[in-house]
Nanobody, 119 residues
């Protein structure tokens, strides 16, 4: 059982940057692929970015490609999302999630961290 805790959200002006962190505990972190999702008010949750368990494979939604960077430190049991050139449409609650590397599906979720980008 993996517990995930996000941090690093906040209020930032358009064009600014934030770095989200997601600390994992209670499991072997390197056994999980990790993902960042977001959900804006009135919208469905969407996948933002993923990183494989060994960090060698990443995915980005088109809406964040070139602006966001996902990374992980398996020694620190942490996954990061560096967000640059933020836009008001990036405003959402951001969640990290863990997918066991041998199965499909994100089984474990954090509580979320709010990111608000003002214009």
């Amino acid at each position: 059982q993996v517990q995930l805790v996000e941090s690093g959200g906040g209020l930032v002006q358009a064009g600014g940057s934030l770095r989200l962190s997601c600390a994992a505990s209670g499991g072997t972190f390197s056994r999980y692929n990790m993902g960042w999702f977001r959900q804006a008010p009135g919208k469905e949750r969407e996948l933002v970015s993923t990183i494989s368990w060994f960090g060698g494979s990443t995915y980005y939604a088109d809406s964040v490609k070139g602006r966001f960077t996902i990374s992980r430190d398996n020694g620190q049991n942490t996954v990061y999302l560096q967000m640059n050139s933020l836009k008001p449409e990036d405003t959402a609650v951001y969640y990290c999630a863990a997918e066991p590397r041998l199965t499909k599906g994100y089984d474990y979720w954090g509580q979320g961290t709010q990111v608000t980008v003002s214009s």
